[in-house]
């Protein structure tokens, strides 16, 4: 009954080849090659289970941070770069900059002139790129004519967010005053009751 089936289908019952002409090659691996090819294992249970892996998901390393800020770069990828500029550790702001070649250096320079000129918390993150940048490349920027208009235009937004500052400064002083002497005066009215 079988046999008819087989026939039927247009399977051959000798082991090298089938009626369609397709070689079977039994020197294929098995599913059992293949699954430890994987990395799955089977255990004593019958479980299948995945090879455990080496560690958790670690933070990237000042190796990864550079190729992302390269890709970031060449790709004018700004949330990726923005992605690099959160990392904050000294060593691996170093170590990124320092890997950066004179086409990205100023691609990082331009990118970080345009952040630090508005306003927000990525500032704070581009200043530590920035001061790392200048610090180790600063021959190489000098060198440029067009850079020297760019950090004409640093040194001036500096100057202006430094005299705001000061104004600034005074004003939040004079406030603390104010607000000072108001609580204290509220605090007497409490103190000494109803008349």
Same mark, same amino acid.
């Given at each position: 009954?079988?046999?008819?089936?087989?026939?039927?289908?247009?399977?051959?019952?000798?082991?090298?080849?089938?009626?369609?002409?397709?070689?079977?090659?039994?020197?294929?691996?098995?599913?059992?090659?293949?699954? *430890?090819?994987?990395?799955?294992?089977?255990?004593?249970?019958?479980?299948?289970?995945?090879?455990?892996?080496?560690?958790?998901?670690?933070?990237?390393?000042?190796?990864?941070?550079?190729?992302?800020?390269?890709?970031?770069?060449?790709?004018?990828?700004?949330?990726?770069?923005?992605?690099?500029?959160?990392?904050?550790?000294?060593?691996?702001?170093?170590?990124?900059?320092?890997?950066?070649?004179?086409?990205?250096?100023?691609?990082?320079?331009?990118?970080?002139? *345009?952040?630090?000129?508005?306003?927000?918390?990525?500032?704070?993150?581009?200043?530590?790129?920035?001061?790392?940048?200048?610090?180790?490349?600063?021959?190489?920027?000098?060198?440029?004519?067009?850079?020297?208009? *760019?950090?004409?235009?640093?040194?001036?937004?500096?100057?202006?967010?430094? *005299?705001?500052?000061?104004?600034?400064?005074?004003?939040?002083?004079?406030?603390?005053?104010?607000?000072?002497?108001?609580?204290?005066?509220?605090?007497?009215?409490?103190?000494?009751?109803?008349?």
């Amino acid at each position: 009954m079988m046999r008819g089936r087989i026939q039927e289908w247009g399977w051959s019952s000798d082991k090298g080849e089938d009626t369609d002409g397709i070689q079977i090659d039994d020197n294929d691996p098995t599913m059992a090659d293949k699954l *430890a090819s994987l990395g799955i294992e089977k255990n004593d249970n019958t479980e299948i289970q995945e090879s455990p892996e080496p560690s958790q998901t670690q933070p990237p390393s000042a190796d990864s941070i550079h190729v992302l800020l390269r890709q970031a770069l060449h790709a004018d990828d700004s949330a990726l770069l923005l992605d690099c500029l959160y990392n904050q550790d000294d060593k691996v702001i170093a170590n990124s900059v320092s890997h950066l070649n004179a086409v990205d250096i100023f691609k990082l320079l331009n990118s970080l002139l *345009a952040i630090i000129q508005s306003r927000g918390a990525v500032l704070v993150c581009a200043l530590p790129w920035l001061r790392s940048l200048l610090l180790q490349h600063s021959s190489r920027i000098m060198s440029q004519e067009t850079s020297l208009a *760019a950090l004409n235009s640093l040194y001036q937004l500096i100057e202006s967010r430094v *005299a705001n500052f000061n104004h600034s400064l005074q004003l939040a002083s004079s406030l603390d005053l104010l607000h000072a002497g108001v609580a204290d005066e509220g605090v007497d009215e409490y103190d000494s009751g109803p008349p």
